[in-house]
T-cell receptor, first 110, second 115 residues
Framework: DAKTTQPPSMDCAEGRAANLPCNHSTISGNEYVYWYRQIHSQGPQYIIHGLKNNETNEMASLIITEDRKSSTLILPHATLRDTAVYYCIVRGFGNEKLTFGTGTRLTIIP | GAVVSQHPSRVICKSGTSVKIECRSLDFQATTMFWYRQFPKKSLMLMATSNEGSKATYEQGVEKDKFLINHASLTLSTLTVTSAHPEDSSFYIC???????????FGPGTRLTVL
């Protein structure tokens, strides 16, 4: 699976949109982009995934560039409960395994 | 989403003893379960993958005789840390998926402290 690069940490003001970038320049055509988050001392939580089209669900939006080499996770109205480590993972279709990188530690500031 | 539980949530044991951690899928049948380990301020590292009724597949560097995994039913997998030592102290997390579904549902984790 392609490697991902994320900034180690970010801050965002409560109520503002949090935009978390991820670089996956070596992604191949059959690989999906997944986002998970892990709140302190809890198991990871699935957020969203996509292949090439932008995706939106009740938690977040995922914007994937046209060349698929990078993506951005958007939390539209961040709350204090969104403080967590966010992991961007690239996984090939049919590959069961999730390979977690170091992620981005997002801190929502009151 | 589906619910995965782990028991116990925390365990403290003496060096040399064995500890069993349970992972249960509460509202779905988990054909595949995964076990991860996470050291403080580090990312999750996959230890092994288990399919119901068959032997677990361990990642490189993980000792299968030390970390015994059993997945005897579609709702339960167990991880036994045998002859635990202080360096085995970690946060152990399981996840489960059903059939060909892509999504893994994670348990809340078990914090193991070996004295």
């Amino acid at each position: 699976d392609a490697k991902t690069t994320q900034p180690p940490s970010m801050d965002c003001a409560e109520g503002r949109a949090a935009n978390l970038p991820c670089n996956h320049s070596t992604i191949s055509g059959n690989e999906y982009v997944y986002w998970y988050r892990q709140i302190h001392s809890q198991g990871p939580q699935y957020i969203i995934h996509g292949l090439k089209n932008n995706e939106t669900n009740e938690m977040a939006s995922l914007i994937i560039t046209e060349d698929r080499k990078s993506s951005t996770l958007i939390l539209p109205h961040a709350t204090l409960r969104d403080t967590a480590v966010y992991y961007c993972i690239v996984r090939g279709f049919g590959n069961e395994k999730l390979t977690f990188g170091t992620g981005t530690r997002l801190t929502i500031i009151p | 989403g589906a619910v995965v539980s782990q028991h116990p949530s925390r365990v403290i044991c003496k060096s040399g003893t064995s500890v069993k951690i349970e992972c249960r899928s509460l509202d779905f049948q988990a054909t595949t379960m995964f076990w991860y380990r996470q050291f403080p301020k580090k990312s999750l590292m996959l230890m092994a993958t288990s399919n119901e009724g068959s032997k677990a597949t361990y990642e490189q560097g993980v000792e299968k005789d030390k970390f015994l995994i059993n997945h005897a039913s579609l709702t339960l997998s167990t991880l036994t840390v045998t002859s635990a030592h202080p360096e085995d102290s970690s946060f152990y997390i399981c996840s489960a998926k059903a059939g060909a579904d892509f999504e893994q549902f994670f348990g809340p984790g078990t914090r193991l402290t070996v004295l």
